[in-house]
């Protein structure tokens, strides 16, 4: 009896180590493989086994991972305190490096993408903080791959998410706004008015080479001012060279 029931445990003991040692892995996970502290090589996905106590897996996801950088104080070039988020998209294409280089692929790479984002926005402008937030992203998404590389990370893509102002700052914004507004509004009238006086200095040039042209526009200004206005008599200059010829047969 005794017998039986040492073989029973040691036969639950061989089916507990077979399960141990059998892996399933999926599509989107591998796993990297250290045999007595060595790494070995990466497993998965599918099925496949292990030496147990021997050979120790870690999982590691390939999938991308969304990261939110936290709101970040940054002093732009011109002097100027704002807050800024962001978020990183990124996934793991070398899994034994992501285990082997790094301690935590995941914090290692939220710290740099905090540091990058005050680094880079801090050489900036804010105006082109504001208005150029596509090339400051992909500047960010160069540098943040660059520096990961090591660690077997890809980065994809970073997008700027907000760019907090204090109430001071709006407000100055505001009125640069409505100056340079202004601004415009008066140089789009004195372009009206620059071209008005090109045209009528064409127009006088017109008139001055055809005297009957000249004559026939003396004559159409008095009708119009007879029939706009309530006098019934209109006094207007008759030109020299219309009145020359009767002068000289009454002479």
Not at 104 to 114: K, N, R
Not at 160 to 184: C, F, H, P, S
Not at 197 to 205: I, P, V
């Amino acid at each position: 009896m005794r017998m039986f029931g040492f073989v029973g445990v040691i036969v639950i003991w061989c089916i507990a180590l077979v399960f141990l040692a059998i892996k399933v892995l999926p599509e989107y996970q591998r796993g990297v493989v250290l045999t007595l502290g060595r790494y070995t090589g990466t497993k998965g996905p599918g099925l496949f086994v292990l030496i147990p106590v021997v050979q120790r897996m870690m999982r590691v996801d390939l999938r991308v991972t969304v990261m939110d950088v936290p709101p970040q104080d940054v002093i732009s070039r011109d002097n100027v305190s704002v807050r800024v988020n962001a978020v990183v998209y990124f996934r793991v294409v070398e899994p034994d490096k992501a285990i082997l280089q790094v301690a935590d692929f995941f914090q290692a790479t939220s710290q740099l993408a905090q540091t990058r984002l005050r680094s880079v926005l801090g050489q900036h402008d804010l105006d082109d903080i504001l208005s150029q937030r596509d090339s400051i992203n992909h500047s960010l998404q160069q540098i943040l791959d660059d520096a990961t590389d090591p660690w077997g990370i890809k980065v994809s893509n970073v997008e700027i998410k907000d760019v907090d102002l204090n109430e001071t700052m709006v407000r100055a914004i505001a009125r640069q706004a409505e100056a340079e507004r202004e601004r415009r509004a008066k140089v789009i009238h004195a372009d009206g008015e620059l071209q008005a006086a090109e045209k009528l200095r064409d127009a006088a040039a017109l008139l001055a080479q055809q005297p009957q042209a000249l004559q026939l526009r003396y004559m159409q200004t008095a009708a119009d001012m007879a029939s706009g206005g309530k006098a019934s008599t209109v006094f207007f200059p008759l030109p020299l060279d219309l009145v020359k010829p009767l002068i000289d047969r009454l002479s």
